[in-house]
């Protein structure tokens, strides 16, 4: 067992002393200090257990034995890269390959999602001697500078960021609160023509399309689930003009969407893309990735007479220890875990919707759900403190839960595979409590939703757990003849 080597307080101070400042901590107020973490459970200090709703890394669950074996075992027989023979990079590989449509047939392994989407452009700009590329508003693809450029989530909370000339920004296909909504004839049409419409700009100056990429379900966004059909329409598009197809599947793969192992999958078998990329879940908290793609495009890469190689991509620890994951999400079915409390856990939120009027939308595919919450369901005005209420609450309770999306005000559901009936039935539980205490102090009734401030409400609201801070209409947000917005409140109820 994980023990406590330092007091919390000096391993916050040596964090603020040696970690970059830019380094987030979740709850910056009073951080946890986990030391150790089992399953869909996380343990602080003290020993006090959390359960964990936010962490899609430990994707079969923390620590999982069958994982942790395998790394040590091979560990114990060879690591090396893969420029020489090993059973496990082939073998890993052709299992991996087995739960893809035959087309993505060749694997390229590296150690991050942020590498894997990285190397997806290089394969995109060398198969089509093309370079621009269009991404999704709010979209998240990774930290490295190539990735920034075409993550629009990033640049928007950057003060000085813009993106790239070569980038083109079409609108989430969020149904609830974008351009085109579920009263729409055909979102998904509508929103694919976007992408048309960009594509005819960029000709139009002299551009052509290397690529359009996008999260198969947008989590950062706000747990986005594009309309069905509107890969199908904008591949079309793409590939009309040259360009191909790049699903990124880091957050949402292996099993977790339930129906289906991969949630491009969820557009229909008739949708293929030219290229998938994995990550998080793939190494369940080893740091491992993969791209996987076609044979013309991996050819394509290798006319261009550079060798690739990457010194730990596909090690034979790596490759053990992502062989072990698969076996244990088929032996322990927990793609149809993910299905039937993906379901329960849906059924409950949409409980909620009927009964609280800060619930505005419940959307989600098995283990990867989102509840947005509004001040107001007509004007979808963002509770974005109210949020991040419900998240400091959840915690008090020992409840990990985040928000996210462009207004921060959506409830990400992305835990463990393992997360049981009963998990989603408590946290279910506590946050109709926590929204009904919420209402009451906001004088909110179901058939009037205007939000209606409360004098009483004391206490300063928290930055989120990002440490952003919150503003709301909780309480006046006053500013200053600087231009500088007052201090908002934290409710008391």
Known sequence: MSVERVEKKKTLELRKKYIGPSCKIFF???????????????????????????????????????????????????????????????????????TLPDKLSVCYFVNSGSEANDLALRLAWQYTGHKDIITLDNAYHGHVSSLINISPYKVHHASDAELNQSVHVAPSPDVYRGKYRADHPDPATAYADEVKDIIHGVREKGGKIAAFIAESLQSCGGQVIPPPGYFQQVAEHVRKAGGI????????????????????????????????????????????????????????????GMEYFNTFGGNPVSCAIGMAVLDVIEKEDLQGNALRVGRHLTCLLEKQKEKHPLVGDIRGRGLFSGVEL??????????????????????????????????????????????????????????????????EALGMKLHNTSNVENESIKRKLPTDEHGHQCHSGLAHNRVSTQGVPQCTKRLRT
Not at 377 to 394: D, F, N, S
Not at 400 to 412: E, I, Q, T, W
Request: proline share 5%; glycine share 6%.
């Open 245 to 304: 197809f790049i699903a990124d599947e880091v957050q949402v793969g292996f099993g977790r969407v339930g129906s289906h192992f991969w949630a491009f999958q969820l557009q229909g078998e008739d949708f293929v893309p030219d290229i998938v990329t994995m990550g998080k879940p793939i190494g369940n908290g080893h740091p491992m990735s993969c791209v996987v793609t076609t044979r013309e495009v991996a050819e394509a890469f290798m006319s261009s």
């Open 374 to 439: 509004v001040k107001d369901r007509l004007k979808l005005t963002p509770a974005t403190a109210e949020a991040q209420e419900v998240i400091y609450r959840l915690k008090e309770q020992y409840i990990l839960l985040s928000a996210d999306g462009p207004h921060r005000n959506v409830l990400k559901f992305k835990p463990p595979m393992c997360f049981s009936m009963e998990d989603a039935d408590m946290v279910v539980e506590k946050i109709d409590q926590i929204l009904t205490e919420l209402e």
């Open 28 to 98: 910056s107020h009073d951080p946890i200090k986990i030391i150790r973490a089992k399953g869909q459970y996380m343990y602080d200090e003290k020993g006090q257990q959390y359960l964990d709703c936010i962490n899609n890394v430990a994707h079969v669950g923390h620590c999982h034995p069958d994982v942790v074996k395998a790394g040590a075992q091979q560990m114990e027989l060879l690591n090396t890269n893969s420029r020489f023979l090993h059973d496990n990079l082939v073998l890993y590989a052709q299992r991996l390959q087995d």
